[in-house]
């Protein structure tokens, strides 16, 4: 569908004025530029997010969901690069609408012509819908709903309503990627007249001995009965039917036991499936599928793995109760194993973290203090998390050694005098936290 000449030429003028001031920002350092340009562009013309994704030749991918959008669009577009495709991304994770236009106007000439077979996109779960009927998206991955910043987004029944709404609205040939271990998001497909393809495991041995605090979905999303589960592998996803109505979990287009999986954690099992799923219905080569899982490099500060005065250090970016509990889940395996005695947890209340940090009461800290080691404390809200951990202590005399210290440069040399040589120093952030911690170990900022 061709473009009218005024808004030819509108997005022209929009696509200069937002190369213009990445051009300044950048040549100043004063940051990536992930945002303002994008804010630019959408006043001088309002379409313009609408127009660059017309272009894209086939198709548009969004990516949704509480927990793992950047690592799940870091190894789609790995997969796709690696079997021959150009792809535009939102790579910096400006997920808001301003940032997806300003990483497609990366993307385009002067003249607002974008050269890309696909755009994936990774949207902000509370932005989704105000972003997707102009965006008229090919694909749809939905990965997971978990409360997450409840000062800005409020539950996920209230999301999820809201995702059913306009995704419906869509073209019925759009294909909807969705997690069939997520009760929420299970019956949101069941709902949807588009073509629904459902990822999870398949795995119970890999189930939880309970199911954890930070729990958010264990009621029938059709008539509100508890449900019946099996067992659980991460906070409420998991195998479970109503035993009151027909509901049950949604049949599963891909066996989670044929593909290995990228990084630590049951979190990134999950991250694997929606984007093999997604390759495998876009067409990318079993062999290609394998080796990129094999050779695939973490997203920053996605279980980032870097080296910093000669030790080993593994960011884990952990900023809601399910994923914080994930990490504790994985850190844990790792000591049991001895490679790791040594944790170093910061927790910011900015705007990028929610300013709300009571969500750290919901989260199982018994489990990580329970094997003892040294944890030191750190961030804008240091000593509320050093309470949390205090209280997670059922022995006062145990082996756990709690360091609490202000400055975050302080607490990254303390926790490394305490890692060993042969040992990992996992350090476990909120969002602006992981920032504040690469721009130490690497030296430059991210944005």
């Given at each position: ?31 990536a ?12 013309q309002?379409?313009?997010l ?7 030749k086939?198709g ?6 509480t ?7 870091l ?28 990483a497609?106007?990366d993307?385009?000439n ?37 409360r ?9 029944d ?11 609205q ?21 709902q ?5 393809l ?12 309970e199911i954890?605090?930070?729990v958010d ?15 659980v ?69 996605r279980?980032?793995?870097l ?34 005695s ?56 145990s ?30 952030p909120?969002?602006?936290?992981m ?8 030296g430059?900022?991210?944005?």
């Amino acid at each position: 569908m061709g473009i009218k000449l005024i808004d030819r030429v509108q997005l022209s003028l929009a696509v200069f004025a937002a190369k213009t001031i990445t051009s300044a920002i950048r040549l100043l350092r004063l940051g990536a530029a992930s945002v303002l340009p994008g804010t630019i562009a959408v006043r001088i013309q309002p379409q313009v997010l609408s127009l660059l994704c017309r272009q894209v030749k086939y198709g548009v991918i969004i990516i949704a969901g509480t927990n793992g959008k950047t690592t799940t669009s870091l190894l789609l577009r790995t997969l796709l690069e690696r079997a021959g495709w150009r792809v535009t991304h939102n790579s910096t994770g400006a997920n808001l609408q301003n940032g997806l236009i300003t990483a497609l106007l990366d993307d385009t000439n002067l003249t607002g012509n974008i050269k890309a077979d696909y755009a994936i996109l990774e949207v902000d779960e509370n932005a989704l819908p105000k972003v997707v009927l102009q965006i008229q998206p090919k694909y749809i991955l939905c990965l997971n709903l978990f409360r997450d910043q409840l000062d800005r987004y409020g539950e996920v029944d209230l999301i999820s309503r809201r995702w059913q709404k306009v995704i419906a609205q869509l073209p019925p040939e759009t294909t909807v990627i969705l997690n069939g271990d997520d009760p929420t998001l299970s019956y949101l497909g069941q709902q949807l007249p588009q073509n629904i393809l459902s990822f999870g495991l398949s795995e119970p041995e890999e189930y939880l001995e309970e199911i954890p605090h930070a729990v958010d979905s264990i009621y029938c999303p059709s008539c509100g009965q508890g449900l019946d589960y099996q067992g659980v592998y991460l906070s409420h996803l998991g195998d479970f039917k109503c035993p009151s109505c027909s509901f049950k979990k949604s049949n599963l287009a891909i066996d989670s036991r044929e593909w290995p999986q990228i990084l630590i954690g049951i979190y990134n099992k999950y991250n694997t499936l929606a984007a093999v799923l997604a390759a495998q219905r876009i067409g990318v080569a079993k062999e290609v599928i394998l080796d990129t899982i094999k050779n695939f490099q973490a997203a920053f500060g996605r279980a980032e793995e870097l080296e910093y005065h000669g030790k080993k250090v593994r960011i884990l970016l952990s900023k809601n109760p399910v994923g914080l509990n994930e990490t504790i889940r994985a850190v844990n395996q790792i000591k049991a194993a001895g490679k790791a005695s040594t944790t170093l947890m910061v927790l910011n209340d900015r705007t990028p973290d929610g300013t709300d940090v009571s969500w750290i009461w919901d989260v199982d800290t018994e489990k990580l203090v329970e094997l003892g080691g040294t944890i030191v404390v750190s961030g804008d809200r240091v000593y509320d998390m050093a309470l949390r951990l205090r209280y997670s202590q059922k022995n006062l005399d145990s082996n756990l050694k709690l360091i609490v210290k202000e400055d975050l440069n302080e607490a990254i040399a303390t926790a490394l005098e305490h890692t060993s040589a042969d040992e990992t120093l996992h350090i476990v952030p909120t969002y602006s936290a992981m920032l504040e911690v690469r721009e130490i170990l690497t030296g430059r900022k991210i944005l």
